[in-house]
């Protein structure tokens, strides 16, 4: 049997053959290398469905753009001095002129 045609197969075999080196019974040898296979295919899974919530959340937050403190500076100080001096001045207030 070649590698290219069936990899897992190959390796499962090759995997049997150790544990029977080592003086296992070949029916636990193909139980064990079952439940590595099955073990390695959920730690496969939930590693990609890690990776999967990372891009999720990377696409999200480029739809959304939102202005962040990275953008704002620190505890966003920045866009509430800028609202109240917007509103200030809309509504007429000149600090020059008193009453």
């Known amino acids: 049997m070649s590698f290219w045609n069936d990899p897992l197969k190959v390796a499962a075999d090759w995997l049997e053959g150790v544990f029977a080196g080592w ?46 403190p990275n953008r704002l500076g620190p505890l966003r100080v920045d866009p509430a001095v800028r609202r109240h001096h917007q509103t200030y001045h809309q509504r007429g207030h000149d600090p020059r002129r008193r009453g």
């Open 23 to 68: 003086g296992m019974d070949a029916v636990l040898a193909h139980v064990l290398v079952a439940f590595l296979g099955v073990f390695l295919l959920i730690a496969l899974l939930m590693v990609l469905d890690i990776f999967l919530v990372w891009v999720e959340r990377k696409v999200v937050a480029r739809f959304q753009d939102r202005l962040g």
